[in-house]
């Protein structure tokens, strides 16, 4: 179900970018407006991203296998992390240099109904593109029992990604209207071309943003401080462990993350079938309350020494 909201989300997304950025085009050529140049560059880059993060969901649920024991979650991030560069190539660099090409050799805009019209309507579309990435967040905040800003962080690249694009869009929209009508209203044509600089300048930073989450996520990101925090307690209050000494977490993708324990056995519990046995008990336990969980490998270590009995509850025998 979540994959399949996913897969609307980005798609309503990359259709509405394809038609506003055919209409920004049209609209800009037409009244000669550098910002709305700029815009249409922005909606351009978006379309391209819609297409990187469709590869990413569908490459990222293709099973596990020999080579990648802990399936392709990952790429989720690879793609997004293309995404993020593809905003900062197309959008944010054609946007700057459009804008200074029109601050030194400015151009007499025409068309001012076009203009707002494609403007107006592309409003529109991002914002319902926008809504719909947002709604999702929030039902998933919700079901998480999380705080929205911290769900965004966490949230599905390609949904995030969305947001983030929606968001830089609505507000990339309103720099060219504003350029657009300084230009028209004092008659200096250097407004227009400033907006479209300004544009530019926001892409960067969308793109830096994204581009710093994914190479995080790439390079390996632990769970939340607090997430790791009652995972821990919830390991070293099942019966049979005296402590949890280490936890290791890994996010292998936004529902999938792998925990790695080294723990502290009572005396009781130093037979291999006993560490067996406590070690299924566990990955009961942690599964219930953190969904998530797909791999947990426990690492005992008895009074008298540590037993090598660290295997994934979950593994078949």
């Known amino acids: 179900m979540a994959d399949e909201e996913s897969d609307g989300t980005v798609l309503l997304a990359g259709t509405a970018n394809l ?39 569908h490459r990222s649920r293709k099973p596990a296998d020999s080579r990648h024991p802990f399936g392709y979650g990952m790429e989720r991030y690879f793609w997004s992390l293309l995404a993020a560069v593809s ?6 660099g054609f946007s700057i240099t459009e804008g200074l090409r029109s601050i030194f050799a400015p151009e007499p805009i ?27 967040i929030r039902r998933e905040a919700r079901e998480a029992g999380v705080p929205l800003l911290t769900q965004l962080r966490g949230a599905e690249p390609a949904v995030k990604t969305v947001a983030f694009e929606d968001s830089a ?74 402590a949890v000494l280490e936890l290791l977490t ?20 130093t037979t291999g079938a006993a560490v067996e046995q406590l070690a299924e008990k566990i990955d009961v336990r942690v599964r219930e309350a953190f969904p998530m969980v797909r791999h947990l490998y426990l690492d005992p270590t008895p009074a008298e020494g540590r037993v090598n009995a660290g295997r994934d509850p979950s593994s078949p025998r």
């Open 87 to 92: 905003i900062l190539v197309l959008g944010a």
């Open 110 to 136: 025409a068309a001012l109904a076009v203009i707002y019209s494609v403007l107006g309507l592309s409003f529109v579309f991002e914002g319902s593109s926008l809504l719909r990435a947002m709604l999702q």
């Open 19 to 57: 038609a506003i950025a055919i209409a920004k085009i049209v609209a800009g050529l037409l009244s000669g407006s550098t910002a709305l140049l700029a815009e249409a560059a922005h909606s351009v880059a978006d379309t391209l991203n819609q297409v990187f993060l469709l590869a990413a969901l």
């Open 250 to 269: 890994l996010q292998l993708a936004p529902d999938q993350v792998l925990v790695v324990a080294t723990v502290d056995l009572d005396d009781s519990e």
């Open 169 to 242: 869009a609505l507000i990339g929209l309103l720099i060219a209207a504003a350029g657009v009508t300084l230009s028209v209203i004092t008659g200096k044509h250097f407004w227009d071309g400033a907006a479209s600089i300004v544009i530019g300048l926001l892409l960067i930073i969308v793109a830096f943003t994204l581009g710093r989450d994914n190479k995080t996520m790439l390079i390996g990101r632990a769970l939340p401080a607090d997430t790791q925090r009652e995972l821990r307690e919830l390991i070293a209050s099942a019966p049979g462990i005296d």
